[in-house]
T-cell receptor
Framework: DSGVTQTPKHLITATGQRVTLRCSPR?????VYWYQQSLDQGLQFLIQ???????AKGNILERFSAQQFPDLHSELNLSSLELGDSALYFC?????????????FGPGTRLTVL | AQKVTQAQTEISVVEKEDVTLDCVYE???????LFWYKQPPSGELVFLIR??????QNEISGRYSWNFQKSTSSFNFTITASQVVDSAVYFC????????????FGQGTILTVHP
C-alpha cells in the first residue's frame, strides 16, 4: 500500500458525459501527478500540481482539467467523454515538486466509456 | 525530448531462471533520474528503485539487481531465481532535471514466470 488513495476504483459511463476522479496524496506529500494508461499510448503524464498550484502540464486534452485543494487532495475532471478516453488513470504523489523525489502511485481508477 | 525504450515486449521464463529486462533511455540533460516500477496483475504501480545520473554504482536488493551504464544509456534490471510472484509488467521511467518530476515511461515488459 503506497498511501495514495484514489476513488472510485471503477467508473463506467457513456460518451458525452462528465466524470470526476479523486486522489488523496500520501501524508506529507505536496505534489500530485496524474497519468493516463491506455493500450495504445502507454503511460502518459497529464498534469502536476504542487501545493495547490499547477506546476507542469503534459499532453492533457482541453476537455480534461484538474485542481488541487487546500487539503492537498486533487481531482481530475474529464468532460465530453469519448470512447478513446477509456483508460486507467493513476494519481501519484511526492514530497516536493522536483526531479529528486520518488513518485508513489495510487491503485488507479479504471474508466470505461461506452 | 526524452525517450525510454524497452525493446522486450514480453518475456516468458520458468521459475528459478534468471531474467534481465532491458531499458535504454535518451536525454540531453546531464541531471536525470531513472526508475523501475512493477505493475502486478492487480494493476497498481509499485516503485522498485531510483537511480540518479551521477551514481553509476550497481545495486542489489535481494533477488533484484540493477545495472546502470551511462556509456550505453542503459539501466537494466535482473531478477535472479525468478518466482511466479514476479509475473508482472515492468516499466522503466526517466525524469529529467528540468521537468518538475514528470516521468517518461517506456512501453513496459510483460514478464511471465511459469511454475
Amino acid at each position: 500500500d503506497s498511501g495514495v488513495t484514489q476513488t472510485p476504483k471503477h467508473l463506467i459511463t457513456a460518451t458525452g458525459q462528465r466524470v470526476t476522479l479523486r486522489c488523496s496524496p500520501r501524508s506529507g506529500d505536496l505534489s500530485v501527478y496524474w497519468y493516463q494508461q491506455s493500450l495504445d499510448q502507454g503511460l502518459q503524464f497529464l498534469i502536476q500540481y504542487y501545493n495547490g498550484e499547477e506546476r507542469a502540464k503534459g499532453n492533457i486534452l482541453e476537455r480534461f482539467s484538474a485542481q488541487q485543494f487546500p487539503d492537498l487532495h486533487s481531482e481530475l475532471n474529464l468532460s465530453s467523454l469519448e470512447l478513446g478516453d477509456s483508460a486507467l488513470y493513476f494519481c501519484a504523489s511526492s514530497k516536493t515538486s522536483g526531479t529528486l523525489d520518488t513518485q508513489y502511485f495510487g491503485p488507479g481508477t479504471r474508466l470505461t466509456v461506452l | 525530448a526524452q525517450k525510454v525504450t524497452q525493446a522486450q515486449t514480453e518475456i516468458s521464463v520458468v521459475e528459478k531462471e534468471d531474467v534481465t529486462l532491458d531499458c535504454v533511455y535518451e536525454t540531453r540533460d546531464t541531471t536525470y533520474y531513472l526508475f523501475w516500477y512493477k505493475q502486478p496483475p492487480s494493476g497498481e504501480l509499485v516503485f522498485l528503485i531510483r537511480r540518479n545520473s551521477f551514481d553509476e554504482q550497481n545495486e542489489i536488493s535481494g533477488r533484484y539487481s540493477w545495472n546502470f551504464q551511462k556509456s550505453t544509456s542503459s539501466f537494466n534490471f535482473t531478477i535472479t531465481a525468478s518466482q511466479v510472484v514476479d509475473s508482472a509488467v515492468y516499466f522503466c521511467a526517466l525524469s529529467i532535471g528540468t521537468s518538475y518530476g514528470k516521468l517518461t515511461f517506456g512501453q513496459g515488459t510483460i514478464l511471465t514466470v511459469h511454475p
